[in-house]
């Protein structure tokens, strides 16, 4: 072979090796084409304040709570049986309602145990709402049957206070009140009226 061919020969190769290596760089160096980017603005509509929840203040005097009450027990009264007044004083500053029947049981102690079964409700007058000023007292009256007591009771018992309930109130009053009770909590012995207003 002729050394002109050979040498084309090669100068045709070198250029082959030279476009390849730079078809290489090439793509080796291009960068995919970037994706196109959106823009999405979001509105957001500010909620309105809720509304505060407003309890109307109901008119008229409330209902006496028992820390607006003093407890007092009146002489006993009765013949065949024992009737004491419970007088409620009214503390407030302020005019309060009460209504129904008081919860009353005997007790060892002023927040001591029960003695005997509670008093049950006695319908002398229909209840109704009373309204009790300041400095001012309502009633209702306790019977205790002695009859019941030293007939049929098996467990007698000396006591010597007094637990009342104001209608619908869950605390309660003490006054002190020495007698003989019946601890039969089977046995009711006792019976209470509604409260009512008076002098």
């Known amino acids: 072979m002729r050394a002109s061919a050979i040498t084309g020969r090669l100068a045709l190769a070198g250029s082959c090796l030279t476009s390849l290596a730079v078809l290489v760089t090439a793509c080796g160096s291009s960068t995919p084409a970037a994706t196109p980017t959106r823009t999405v603005t979001v509105t957001a509509t500010p909620s309105a304040p809720a509304s505060p929840t407003v309890t109307p203040s109901p008119s008229g005097p409330q209902p006496c709570a028992t820390t607006d009450l003093k407890l007092t027990v009146g002489a006993a009264n009765g013949a065949a049986g024992t009737i004491y007044p ?114």
């Open 86 to 199: 419970l007088n409620f004083t009214s503390t407030s500053g302020s005019a309060c309602t009460m209504f129904g029947y008081p919860g009353v049981a005997f007790v060892s102690s002023p927040g001591g145990s029960q003695i005997g079964a509670p008093a049950s409700r006695r319908i002398a007058v229909p209840p109704t709402v009373i309204t009790v000023a300041p400095g001012a007292v309502a009633h209702a009256t306790l019977a205790v049957s002695d009859v019941l007591i030293g007939n049929n009771c098996q467990h007698r018992r000396q006591v010597n206070w007094v637990q009342v309930y104001p209608p619908d109130q869950f605390s309660a009053l003490f006054a002190p009140l020495s007698r003989q009770g019946c601890a039969d909590k089977s046995l009711v012995t006792m019976g209470v009226t509604t409260v009512t207003s008076g002098p």
